[in-house]
Every structure is written in structure tokens, then in C-alpha cells.
């Protein structure tokens, strides 16, 4: 319980750090559909196992960018949320978290801590830190893939992760 509690703090102040470095790394996917435009980036606070715990270094954070191609607020780009803004937010918030999956392989991954980061519409695109935990893939991936099956956002997004080192 007490290595748990550990575990889990250490992933949120890693996450935390993440937001406040999220630029730092380059894409290593992007995409757009009719939308938005979809950047994955490695989050450079935990690219390194090296600088991780003992027995933590399977973790996974990525940063997830959303920005609409008509410079509009997200949730505006939402038609399923129309004129429901707080509804968007809401789904932002809690409910986007189910339609991320880490395609590894024959192994599918779910997001093991999420935050979505509020931007107070200083920004009309929004950022996602998803971190996976890598300890529950069966084989080493060699070509992981970030699947984004959100609705509200458009068709299914698949981005393929270069230059990615995954170690379970």
C-alpha cells in the first residue's frame, strides 16, 4: 500500500512537471482530421528511465495537443457539445481519458493517470498528459500507435509514435 501511494505520487508531481515542460520536446506524431490537428510529444521529465525510481521506469507520459484549424476554442469544435460549453469542459475533463488507448503490439493499453490541462481560454487548443503503465504489455512494441476514439472530436485518430523507445 505504502509503495502504491509512492508509485502514485511520484507519477503526478512526474505529470505535473510535464505541464510545465511541454514544449520542450518535438512532436514524435501528428495528424489533423476535418477539425483539429492532433501533436503527441514524449514529456521530456520522464523520457530518461534513468532519472526515474527503481522499478518505475516502466511509465509512459505523453502530451497530447488538440488545437482546432479554425483558431476557435475547442469546445467549439465539439458540435456534439453545441452551445453547452460547460458540458465540453466536462467531457474534456473526465470523460476523454476512456477514448485514448496506447496500441502496442497485440497489446492495448488505457490510460493509467490523465490530466487535462485548463487553459482559461488563453489558448484556444487544449493538452492532455496521459501516462501508461508499460509493465502490462506481454512484448517489447515496435511500432506503438496512439488511438483517440472521441466522437465529439471527429473520426477515430490513429498517430503512430516515432523515435519512441518503449522498455517494460
Not at 139 to 156: H, I, R, S
Amino acid at each position: 500500500m505504502k509503495r502504491k501511494r509512492y508509485l502514485m505520487s511520484w507519477v503526478l508531481i512526474t505529470t505535473l512537471l510535464a505541464c510545465q515542460t511541454e514544449k520542450a520536446s518535438a512532436p514524435i506524431s501528428s495528424t489533423q482530421n476535418e477539425r483539429c490537428t492532433f501533436r503527441v510529444r514524449r514529456s521530456s521529465e520522464t523520457a530518461d528511465a534513468s532519472n526515474k525510481p527503481a522499478g518505475e521506469a516502466h511509465l509512459l507520459t505523453l502530451s497530447l495537443e488538440i488545437d482546432p484549424l479554425d483558431g476557435n476554442d475547442l469546445t467549439e469544435a465539439m458540435p456534439a457539445f453545441s452551445g453547452q460549453r460547460e458540458a465540453a469542459i466536462h467531457y474534456l475533463s473526465f470523460r476523454f481519458k476512456d477514448a485514448v488507448r496506447l496500441v502496442a503490439g497485440r497489446d492495448t493499453l488505457e490510460v493509467a493517470v490523465f490530466h487535462f490541462e485548463r487553459s482559461f481560454d488563453l489558448k484556444p487548443g487544449r493538452t492532455f498528459h496521459l501516462t501508461f503503465d508499460l509493465s502490462g504489455l506481454n512484448e517489447t512494441p515496435t511500432a506503438p500507435f496512439l488511438v483517440v476514439d472521441a466522437p465529439p472530436l471527429g473520426e477515430k485518430i490513429v498517430l503512430k509514435l516515432t523515435n519512441l523507445q518503449m522498455n517494460r
